[in-house]
Each structure stands twice: as C-alpha cells, then as structure tokens.
T-cell receptor, first 109, second 115 residues
Framework: GIQVEQSPPDLILQEGANSTLRCNFSDSVNNLQWFHQNPWGQLINLFYIPSGTKQNGRLSATTVATERYSLLYISSSQTTDSGVYFCRYSQGGSEKLVFGKGTKLTVNP | DAGITQSPRHKVTETGTPVTLRCHQTENHRYMYWYRQDPGHGLRLIHYSYGVKDTDKGEVSDGYSVSRSKTEDFLLTLESATSSQTSVYFC??????????????FGSGTRLTVV
C-alpha cells in the first residue's frame, strides 16, 4: 500500500511562532484531508485539500499531488493549536481512508 | 459532537467477553466508519459502512464485526475481547463518498480497556 510520512513527528513552539507540517506520500493519493486532535481527544476537520491551496484564518494548506506531498501552515501559533495533526487520504479513490501517524505540536505560552 | 454520539464513553471488560460499541447519528449520512487509535499507530480503519446492511473491512478488521440495520446506527462488536483490543475507538460519519469537503465528522470516542 501507499506509505505516508508525516514530519516532524514532534514540534515544540513558543506562542507566536510559525510552523510547517508535512505529509509525504509514496504514490498519488485522493481525498487528502487534514485533521487536528486537541489535547482532550476531539478530532476536528481542518481542510479537505486534494490539490491547490486553502486558507482559514491562521491556518492554510497546500497539496501538490504531482509531487506527492501536502503542507499545513500554522502562523502566529497559539496554545490552543496544541495537539496532534493528522493527514488522511484514500488509495485510488476507495473508501478505505488511511491516516498518517501524526505530528504532535506543543505551543508554549 | 453535534449529530454523532458514541456509547459508552468508557468501558472496562474482561478478556473473552463480548463487547458492543454503538455509534448513533442524526445527520442521515450514508457513510459511517469505525477507527481505533493507539499510540504509535495513529488512527486505523476497522470497518466502514456505505449504506444500510452494506459494510466492508478496513485495515485492522480481524476480531471485529459490524452491523448497520438502520441509517442512524453503526455497531461495532468484539466477539471475544482480548487485551490487544484495548484502545480508543472513534466513529466517523460522512455524507458522500467522493467529496469530503463538508460533513466528515468524528464522535467523541470510546475508551475501551480489556483486562
């Protein structure tokens, strides 16, 4: 199956800093989506981004499908951004949606 | 989360006993999914449903069965629980197959401990 690597696995920032999280894929994927799991375990849908760029406030995401990667940008980070960020995709458009192992982000005040 | 509830929220059970987890939605979404989350593995798909009585296996389906007799309910059953099934289980719902622009929503999770 398709291999996905999320980097970095862990990231610690001071409040106000910017960061870039990355998902690399070994093959082309479909239905690329980014999620945030907050420290209480709740999973929140951030972006559905099979290609191109989207922005929502301080967060933006870019997927370059031809080069098999997706990026999530967090600007002016806040402590509430802490948690784990996952990319999720499907293989060949199937319903079998696969999650990366996540990037754990800690934003310190 | 609004529109999707999981029950129970926490459960401790003994090895060898059957366990059923319930996912209930009020969104009338066609697609429902069960995932498990374990340290070092992220979220892994167990089973999913694409309609009433239509289900299929995910990547970690061994030891689990599912049923969907109504649009709103998707049940996950551990026929004979083992310690390796100690995990946090998440249900998710989605309105459409190919477009997940909107509506892909997770429940709050069920923490299951098998002793």
């Amino acid at each position: 199956g398709i291999q996905v690597e999320q980097s970095p696995p862990d990231l610690i920032l001071q409040e106000g800093a910017n960061s870039t999280l990355r998902c690399n894929f070994s093959d082309s994927v479909n239905n690329l989506q980014w999620f945030h799991q907050n420290p209480w375990g709740q999973l929140i849908n951030l972006f559905y981004i099979p290609s191109g760029t989207k922005q929502n406030g301080r967060l933006s995401a870019t997927t370059v499908a031809t080069e098999r990667y997706s990026l999530l940008y967090i600007s002016s980070s806040q402590t509430t951004d802490s948690g784990v960020y996952f990319c999720r995709y499907s293989q060949g458009g199937s319903e079998k949606l696969v999650f990366g192992k996540g990037t754990k982000l800690t934003v310190n005040p | 989360d609004a529109g999707i509830t999981q029950s129970p929220r926490h459960k401790v059970t003994e090895t060898g006993t059957p366990v059923t987890l319930r996912c209930h939605q009020t969104e009338n979404h066609r697609y429902m999914y069960w995932y498990r989350q374990d340290p070092g593995h992220g979220l892994r798909l167990i089973h999913y449903s694409y309609g009433v009585k239509d289900t299929d296996k995910g990547e970690v389906s061994d030891g689990y069965s599912v049923s969907r007799s109504k649009t709103e309910d998707f049940l996950l059953t551990l026929e004979s629980a083992t310690s390796s099934q100690t995990s946090v289980y998440f249900c998710a719902i989605s309105p459409l197959a190919g477009n997940r622009e909107d509506g892909y929503t997770f429940g709050s999770g069920t923490r299951l401990t098998v002793v």
